[in-house]
């Protein structure tokens, strides 16, 4: 018998709860195989299995909570197969009564676990006036500070400024993820004194916030501890005044209100606003969205719009760049990728168009449109939503004027749309006229934007650019 564990699932995703068992016990399966489908906090994942043969035992069911490592299910893998696929154990055992001279074949070694997806450091989650969770109430919950503290000596029960966080006892280095690690330096803790619970005692985030809390139990809540945590307050009783229902945050959706909690802490925002008279643009996008749709795409104004920033962030550098805190640095991104926010049943999630500054507005459309579907048919992997430059949050479909929203960390910049309106506009004259009020589309925009990074005048230089390419489309070819 081979057991299939959970493989690694991506970056900071210890565990998923299970939506979907795609096998039955009995079921002859192959190496790559989706096997369970898991909804982590950054995605819907399939899970293809690392074991082939027949399956024996399921030991999971819709509605569990699994962690990486745990077993899945259990397989008789075959003895020998030549080219790979499964085969069942009876035909196995046939071909051994046929030979016995022939002395039995080695149990084959368990496979090694593949992971399911690789991952960068995610958006986890999403960019918007609402675009990941806190525990329970009653939980005490670090929460990240504008200014990540000096590292905290448990053992001295006080910070240790300009020193390096002493080694870990067997000199080796703490087996964590460069996120993981993140969130240790921003909350004070030394990551070499975390003990981790995965697997090979590989430490998760919620490691380190469990000894942000022993360290707290220890030293009381003044001082480094009150740097260090911001207690919960307790709700009231809601059942007082009426009913109430209550129903567990989703995994996407806990991921939404850590990510931009520590977004909104972290980041100093500033948002402005501007309008765009759309125009003559939609006048271009009516005229060739049939053909766009022959090619398997939608021309929106949010799929002309990637392309309008992926031009702009070349002319203003700063808007695609992030900040490293701990070195000082501020990193010049020299690709171009931009994160679209899709609106689905079980919250926000960014897919990421990569190398938009290379692609036409027809390879963008068709990429938007496919991206958004696989976004709502939680088909969308960890990859491909990791490695965004700046966002796009578009509103206009349901409605609104002007909304702030938030940066999609580690990025600085993201751009909010609202619905156009048919406004008179003022035209002066050419001639001799006096002039004329016209009616045109104006369409609302919010940039908000890290003021770490960007100066105010830079990001109304950067706005302007990107309405003047709104009004005037044939600029995008004008300059390429």
Not at 12 to 21: L, P
Not at 417 to 434: D, L
Not at 461 to 466: A, P, T
């Amino acid at each position: 018998m081979t057991e299939f564990k959970v493989p690694e699932l991506g970056e900071n995703v210890a565990s998923g709860d299970v939506t979907r068992v795609l096998v039955n016990v009995g079921d002859t399966i192959n190496k790559e195989q989706p096997v369970l489908e898991l909804e982590t906090d950054k995605a819907t994942i399939e899970v293809p299995s690392s074991v082939a043969g027949v399956v024996k035992e399921i030991k999971v069911k819709k509605g569990d909570k699994v962690t990486v490592g745990a077993v899945v299910l259990t397989v008789d893998a075959p003895s020998s197969n030549g080219g790979g696929a499964a085969v069942p154990q009876e035909t196995a055992s046939a071909k051994t009564e046929e030979a016995p001279a022939q002395p039995p074949a080695e149990p084959p070694a368990p496979d090694e676990v593949k992971p399911a997806a690789e991952s960068k450091p995610a958006p986890e989650a999403a960019p918007s006036s609402a675009p990941s969770s806190a525990g329970s109430s009653s939980r005490v919950v670090p929460m990240p500070l504008r200014q990540a503290p000096e590292p905290f000596d448990s053992a001295q029960g006080k910070a240790t400024v300009g020193q390096p966080p002493p080694p870990r006892p067997d000199g080796r280095p703490a087996p964590a993820s460069p996120g993981v690690r993140r969130l240790a330096r921003e909350i004070g803790v030394n990551i070499n004194e975390v003990e981790g619970t995965g697997p090979g005692g590989r430490i998760s985030q919620e490691d380190v916030k469990e000894h942000a809390r022993r360290i707290l139990s220890s030293v009381g809540a003044a001082g480094a501890g009150a740097a260090l945590v911001r207690p919960a307050r307790q709700l009231p009783d809601f059942q007082k005044w009426g009913a109430v229902e209550r129903q567990p945050w989703s995994n996407i959706r806990r991921a939404t209100s850590e990510h931009l909690s520590h977004a909104w802490t972290t980041i100093p925002h500033v948002t402005q606003f501007d309008k765009a008279d759309v125009t003559s643009l939609e006048e271009l996008r009516q005229r060739h969205k049939e053909r766009v749709a022959e090619a398997g795409g939608q021309l929106t104004i949010t799929a002309m719009l990637v392309k309008i920033l992926a031009t702009a962030v070349g002319k203003f550098p700063q808007f695609n760049a992030s900040i490293d805190t701990e070195r000082g640095e501020i990193i010049y991104k020299k690709y171009v990728n931009i994160g679209v926010a899709v609106d689905t049943d079980r919250g926000l999630l960014v897919p990421v168009i990569r190398d938009a500054d290379r692609k036409n507005i027809n390879q963008i459309a068709i990429e938007v449109k496919q991206t958004a579907e696989k976004a709502r048919d939680r088909k969308l992997s960890l990859d491909e939503m990791s490695g965004g430059g700046i966002s796009i949050s578009n509103l206009g479909g349901i409605g609104g004027t002007y909304f702030t929203p938030i940066v999609n960390w580690p990025e600085v910049a993201i751009l909010g749309v609202s619905r156009g309106t048919t406004e008179p506009v003022w035209k002066p004259s050419t001639g001799a006229g006096q002039g004329e009020f016209l009616p045109r589309q104006m369409l609302p925009l919010s940039l908000s934007y890290d003021h770490r990074v960007i100066d105010g005048a830079d990001a109304m230089r950067f706005l302007r650019w990107v309405v003047d390419a709104i009004e005037q489309p044939f600029l995008l070819s004008l300059i390429g």
